[in-house]
């Protein structure tokens, strides 16, 4: 996202909003399934309206790492977060915009996986409570479209008819024989 993704935008390389009502056709005659993704927590565009902030009531800037040297990608532009306290008015507006274009699959990426404070000395989020606004988006979602979620957190997987990029195995940094599929093994008991 460049921006705060606040509303939902049919690209015209994909035929635009026509080309689109053609493929959801299609898609509801196959009974093909669809999940256009929604990613509230990043945006590349700084608004200091949107943003979370440090205790020191500072934007801080999100790098994507090299695991293997711990080192900030070069070629990546930095990122921001959105602030728990925008997320339902923003989610809100896109919800919106989605029924408007009849869209039955959100995926909801960056909400499902992603839980994080924000330190505004006006209206501070601490993690246990932006949970909670997660929550009151993915219950709002829920009632509207079918959901799918990127490596869903437990508070989240409830809501969601897929789960995609679930781990398969370890991270390779400790030494075991074998993998046991764990989170897997757990959540398709708990679903």
Do not use: W
């Amino acid at each position: 996202n460049k921006a705060v993704p606040s509303k939902l935008k049919i690209s015209g390389k994909i035929g635009g909003n026509k080309g689109y009502s053609q493929f959801a056709e299609y898609l509801s005659k196959n009974d093909i399934e669809l999940y256009l993704d929604a990613d509230f927590t990043t945006f590349r565009k700084s608004s200091g309206k949107y943003s979370i902030k440090t205790v020191f009531n500072e934007i801080p800037k999100q790098k994507e790492y090299l695991r293997s040297v711990y080192s900030s990608k070069l070629d990546c532009d930095p990122y921001y977060l959105l602030s728990p306290n925008k997320l339902k008015q923003v989610s809100d507006k896109f919800l919106s915009s989605a029924k408007k274009n009849k869209i039955s699959g959100i995926c909801l990426s960056g909400i499902t996986n992603t839980l994080y404070s924000d330190y505004n000395k006006d209206s501070r989020v601490y993690r246990n409570q932006a949970e909670d606004k997660i929550l009151t988006v993915i219950k709002n979602y829920s009632g509207s479209v079918s959901l799918a979620g990127k490596t869903a957190n437990a508070y989240a997987a409830p809501y969601m008819s897929i789960i995609y990029q679930t781990p398969v195995y370890s991270s390779g940094y400790e030494l075991f024989d074998k993998e046991i599929p764990f989170y897997q093994i757990v959540f398709h008991g708990y679903i």
